[in-house]
C-alpha cells in the first residue's frame, strides 16, 4: 500500500508540469539562498527541500546557471518595479508629508517580501552584484528626475550641481532603511521607521 502511495504522489508531480512547477523551484531557490547564500543553491538541494526527485527540477530549468538567472531576474524586477511604483510623480513643492508617504510606502513593500530585498538589495555576492547594480541605476535615475523640478521650486542654489550627491543620500537612505528594518524585525514598523526616515531626509534635502 505505501508502494503504491509513493507511486501516485510522484504521477501527481510530474502531472503538475515544468511551467506551474517552475514558480515553486524558484521559491524553494530563494529561500535557500536567503538562509545559506547562492552558493548553496543547486538543484540537489532544491530537490530535497521539496521532496522530489532531481529530474522534476531539471524539467523546469536546464542547469543551475539558468535557475539562478531566473531567480535574480524574477525578484529583481520585483524590487525594481516596486521601488519605481512608490518613486511616482508628485507635487513639486514637496513637503515633508510627501516624504513621509514614499519611505512608509517603500518600507511597507520590503516588509510584504524581505526575501527578495535580502537577496538582491545590496548583496555582495558576485551572482547578484552586477543585478543589483542595474537596478538601482534604474532607481537613482528616477530619484533625479523627482528631485530636480523639486530643487528648483525650493530655491536651492545651484541645484543641478548639487542634485547628483542629493540624489544619492535619498536613495542611500531608502537602502538604509530597508536593511534596518529587515535586520531589526519587530523593533520598527514600516509605518514608524518611514515617519522617522521620511521626515530626516527631507530636512537633509530640504536646507542644501
Not at 535580502?118 to 555576492?125: A, S
Request: hydrophobic share 45%; aromatic share 6%; proline share 5%.
Amino acid at each position: 500500500m505505501g508502494s503504491d502511495s509513493a507511486v501516485k504522489v510522484r504521477r501527481r508531480a510530474r502531472h503538475l508540469g515544468p511551467e506551474r512547477r517552475r514558480p515553486q523551484v524558484l521559491d524553494t531557490a530563494l529561500a535557500i539562498a536567503v538562509e545559506h547564500g547562492i552558493a548553496a543553491v543547486t538543484m540537489a538541494a532544491i530537490a530535497e527541500r521539496m521532496q522530489v526527485t532531481r529530474p522534476v527540477v531539471y524539467a523546469c530549468f536546464a542547469d543551475r546557471v539558468e535557475l539562478i538567472e531566473a531567480l535574480i531576474r524574477r525578484e529583481e524586477s520585483y524590487l525594481v518595479s516596486g521601488v519605481l511604483e512608490v518613486v511616482t510623480p508628485r507635487e513639486v513643492n514637496a513637503d515633508e508629508t510627501v516624504f513621509v508617504e514614499g519611505f512608509r510606502a517603500l518600507l511597507t513593500k520590503a516588509a510584504g517580501r524581505p526575501d527578495a530585498w535580502r537577496l538582491v538589495y545590496g548583496n555582495p555576492d558576485p551572482a547578484v552584484a552586477d543585478s543589483f547594480g542595474r537596478g538601482r541605476a534604474l532607481v537613482v535615475e528616477r530619484c533625479a528626475e523627482l528631485l530636480r523640478p523639486t530643487l528648483r521650486a525650493w530655491g536651492t542654489e545651484d541645484a543641478d550641481g548639487k542634485l547628483p550627491v542629493l540624489v544619492e543620500q535619498w536613495v542611500s537612505a531608502g537602502e538604509g532603511a530597508v536593511r534596518a528594518l529587515l535586520a531589526d524585525e519587530g523593533s520598527w514598523t514600516p509605518q514608524e521607521l518611514g515617519a522617522f526616515v521620511g521626515a530626516a531626509v527631507y530636512r537633509a534635502l530640504r536646507h542644501a
